[in-house]
C-alpha cells in the first residue's frame, strides 16, 4: 500500500490511488503463493518487495517494492527471477501490464 501511495503520486490522482491502495489482508496473497511462482525480496527479515508469474496465463502479474528501498534495482531484479524463472518452464509469451501511466505526450 505504501509503494503505491508514494511512488504513484506523481501519477494517479488521490482517488486513483485510494481506490487501488486499499489494504489486503495476508490471506489475499495466498492463492499467489500456493499457485503461482511467488517470490520475495528481503533485506534481513523485512520482506521489501515481491513478484507473481503466473505460468497458466504467461503473465508476470505483480512486482511491487516497499519505497523505503525503492531505486535500489530491486524491482529490476525481482523482475529478472520472474523472466528467468519463465524461460526455465518454456514460455515462449510473457505478458507485464505495468500499472505507472505517464501523462506527458510523446510526439
Not at 525503492?70 to 510473457?94: H, K, P, Y
Not at 501511466?101 to 510526439?107: A, F, G, L
Given at each position: 500500500?505504501?509503494?503505491?501511495?508514494?511512488?504513484?503520486?506523481?501519477?494517479?490522482?488521490?482517488?486513483?490511488?485510494?481506490?487501488?491502495?486499499?489494504?489486503?489482508?495476508?490471506?489475499?496473497?495466498?492463492?499467489?503463493?500456493?499457485?503461482?511462482?511467488?517470490?520475495?525480496?528481503?533485506?534481513?527479515?523485512?520482506?521489501v518487495g515481491f513478484g507473481?508469474?503466473?505460468p497458466n496465463t504467461r503473465?508476470?502479474?505483480?512486482?511491487?517494492?516497499?519505497?523505503?528501498?525503492?531505486?535500489?534495482?530491486?524491482?529490476?531484479?525481482?523482475?529478472?527471477?520472474?523472466?528467468?524463472?519463465?524461460?526455465?518452464?518454456?514460455?515462449?509469451?510473457?505478458?507485464?501490464k505495468a500499472s505507472l501511466?505517464?501523462?506527458?505526450?510523446?510526439?
Open positions: 500500500m505504501s509503494a503505491i501511495q508514494k511512488i504513484s503520486a506523481s501519477h494517479y490522482s488521490p482517488a486513483e490511488i485510494a481506490a487501488w491502495a486499499s489494504p489486503r489482508k495476508p490471506e489475499f496473497y495466498l492463492d499467489s503463493i500456493r499457485n503461482k511462482e511467488f517470490y520475495i525480496a528481503a533485506d534481513g527479515d523485512v520482506i507473481t508469474l503466473n503473465e508476470i502479474e505483480a512486482v511491487y517494492v516497499s519505497p523505503r528501498v525503492a531505486r535500489r534495482g530491486i524491482g529490476s531484479e525481482i523482475l529478472l527471477v520472474l523472466e528467468q524463472r519463465a524461460r526455465s518452464l518454456q514460455l515462449t509469451d510473457l505478458y507485464m501511466k505517464d501523462r506527458k505526450s510523446v510526439v
